[in-house]
């Protein structure tokens, strides 16, 4: 399983931490992404951290703003969210692959995913 947390509201230039507790799997084995999906969006791969060196990679939506990371002994992965902006308001989901993360922004690579926090930044 996959649980997220600490979603809300917040005001544009505002920031909020997620976090994403996992269970049941090798956590430290899995590389783990965040996504997120407005109405009428499809969901969009945003960051992506690995799960051997702890590489980093990010869309360019939030490159600069977003920094993923990964607590291996609590089995958390994190996404700090900075400069919030309207347009990030979604719902946010973390997911897990054994894949690798070559195809780290394509939902169908993952296996695992939460059931997503709502986000909403209010202008």
């Known amino acids: 399983d996959l649980v997220e947390s600490g979603g809300g509201l917040v005001q544009a230039g505002g920031s909020l931490r997620l976090s994403c507790v996992a269970s049941?799997?090798?956590?430290?084995?899995?590389?783990m992404g965040w996504f997120r999906q407005a109405p009428g969006k499809e969901r969009e791969g945003i960051s992506s951290i690995n799960s051997d060196d702890d590489a980093t990679v990010y869309a360019d939506s939030v490159k600069g703003r977003f920094t993923i990371s990964r607590d291996n002994a609590k089995n958390v992965v994190y996404l700090q969210m900075n400069s919030l902006k309207p347009e990030d308001t979604a719902v946010y989901y973390c997911?897990?692959?054994?894949?690798?993360?070559?195809?780290?922004?394509?939902?169908?690579?993952?296996?695992?995913w939460g059931q997503g926090t709502q986000v909403t930044v209010s202008s």
């Open positions: 997911a897990a692959t054994g894949n690798g993360n070559r195809l780290w922004k394509a939902p169908s690579s993952y296996a695992f």
């Open positions: 049941g799997l090798p956590f430290k084995d899995y590389v």
